[in-house]
């Protein structure tokens, strides 16, 4: 009975695995695409008579050297982590405060509110296209990465807030009681007991708006023209697509090189970003 039992778990799990294989191929097979395509040879990219999924011919690193040398892709990067960091900072700065507000004070309509916040965010940037226009032209930031800042905040804010607040809800109010007795005001115990618990939130919030920034392309091909101020994905694409022509390896190789990381900051926190969606939803 026991060997029995012991293979039934066995037969689960390798039908388990099995069943997840296809969805798993389909989601490994763009990066693998990607990294072969990156290090091939250029003459390699183009013989459709041998088996794309391998090399035929020495890697090279030529591609990175051409990314380098011949595009502004260190300039672009540098605009992109300080509007990142930036973005991040006036995200967490505003998301904190309203998300606590909505978790923790029983107002009338408090739900109705935070569903509202974060519907905002499901507004297509084509329909505030021109109205943050309007505000951008009146600071007088059009061709400067400085008008994604003023941007980016009217998507990442309603999200992160929505998300945040769901955080808040987990936390046992009697934490923030106990830190008020001790002494603490009210600012005091959110920032001492209230932010600390709250670190994985604080995480997948600061990745989502990360992710949010580098992906956005509308705002930051119309709004920022000069080539000097645009962001990774906006300026890439400007330098290496020339009309019909692609340089597929560079590009293969700019998108390595900057979605690895996030995938890897994905990968550690998983298990918190399913917990922060879930509870989200559920509220």
Known sequence: MKWRGVLREIRRHVLI????????????????????TAFKQEAELYRMDQVPFWFHLPPTLAHFETLFARTYFGTLMLNTALLMALVVLITLVSAVPAGYVLARLRLPGSQTLGTAIFATYLVPPIILFLPLARVVGILGLFDSWWALLVVYPTFTIPFCTWLLAAFFKTLPPAIEEAAWVDGCGLASGIVRVVVPLSWPGLVIATIFTCTLSLNEVLYAVVYVGVREQKTITAGLTASLIR????????????????????????????????????????D
Not at 21 to 33: D, E, G, K, R, S
Not at 247 to 264: I, N
């Open 243 to 282: 009309g019909d022509i692609f340089d597929w390896g560079s590009l293969m190789a700019a998108a390595l090189m900057v979605g690895f990381p996030a995938a890897l900051l994905y990968l550690f926190f998983i298990d918190h970003f399913i917990r922060s969606i879930s509870g989200a939803v559920n």
């Open 17 to 36: 695995y099995a069943a997840l294989a296809p969805f798993l191929l389909i989601a490994l097979f763009p990066v693998f695409w990607m990294a072969i």
